[in-house]
């Protein structure tokens, strides 16, 4: 079974950066797609970040310029690198992985996530 544990939010000041981890055991990270999304309270999980063999990177335009996805196979982990930061950035961070060629489709069990909480 495959399973992601997130770390490396925090708390930090509007403007600053942070960088997200996203490990993945079991057989995962086989899988050739992957995505990070958030949650605020009251919200609906969003989409912030993907991966597809047929799009490439994708970002909505929320965080285009700002946020960066990246994988490091050799480590069975996927990054989110997050710079310029708003107090609207601030949420729960989840990673997934799957198989979908366009548009991302999350696969695997949700992990706990990571909460990202930006000072005004």
């Known amino acids: 079974q495959v399973h992601v544990t997130e770390s490396g939010g925090g708390l930090v000041q509007a403007g600053g950066s942070l960088r997200l981890s996203c490990v993945v055991s079991?057989?995962?990270?086989?899988?050739?797609?992957m995505g990070w999304y958030r949650q605020a309270p009251g919200k609906q999980r969003e989409l912030v970040a993907s991966f597809t063999t047929g799009s490439g990177t994708n970002y909505p335009d929320s965080v285009k310029g700002r946020f960066t996805i990246s994988r490091d196979d050799a480590k069975n982990t996927i990054y989110l690198q997050m710079n310029s930061l708003k107090p609207e950035d601030t949420a729960v961070y989840y990673c997934?992985?799957?198989?979908?060629?366009?548009?991302?489709?999350?696969?695997?069990?949700w992990g706990q996530g990571t909460q990202v909480t930006v000072s005004s």
């Open positions: 079991g057989s995962g990270f086989s899988f050739s797609a």
């Open positions: 997934n992985m799957g198989v979908s060629r366009y548009a991302f489709t999350p696969m695997i069990n």
